[in-house]
């Protein structure tokens, strides 16, 4: 079993920064991998960042240059340093882990977080 908890979401204007906090717990030597996605209303679920336990990164393009995903393995917690915000950021954000980093990539994660809602006003 292995428990995610996100935290650090919220309403910030349009250029402003959050930072969302994904720490893990209970059986974690089953998770090598670790990602941040985001689902919109109406929109299907898309991966934004995943980071690997050896610390190699992914992003999606819209994100590149603007969002930065990093982890504290001696706490079991990754962070996403969001930069930049556009309001087409708002969505309800989820961590997710995996044992395979390419089940993290492919957003087919075995664990997942409940979510944290970014607001980004315009």
């Known amino acids: 079993q292995v428990q995610l908890v996100e935290s650090g979401g919220g309403l910030v204007q349009a250029g402003g920064s959050l930072r969302l906090s994904c720490a893990a717990s209970?059986?974690?030597?089953?998770?090598?991998?670790m990602g941040w996605y985001r689902q919109a209303p109406g929109k299907q679920r898309e991966l934004v960042a995943a980071i690997t336990s050896g610390g190699n990164t992914n992003y999606a393009d819209s994100v590149k240059g603007r969002f930065t995903i990093s982890r504290d393995n001696a706490k079991n917690t990754v962070y996403l340093q969001m930069n930049s915000l556009k309001p087409e950021d708002t969505a309800v954000y989820y961590c997710?882990?995996?044992?395979?980093?390419?089940?993290?990539?492919?957003?087919?994660?075995?664990?997942w977080g409940q979510g944290t809602q970014v607001t980004v006003s315009s």
């Open positions: 997710g882990a995996d044992r395979s980093p390419l089940s993290v990539v492919a957003g087919t994660s075995n664990y």
């Open positions: 209970g059986s974690i030597f089953r998770i090598n991998a």
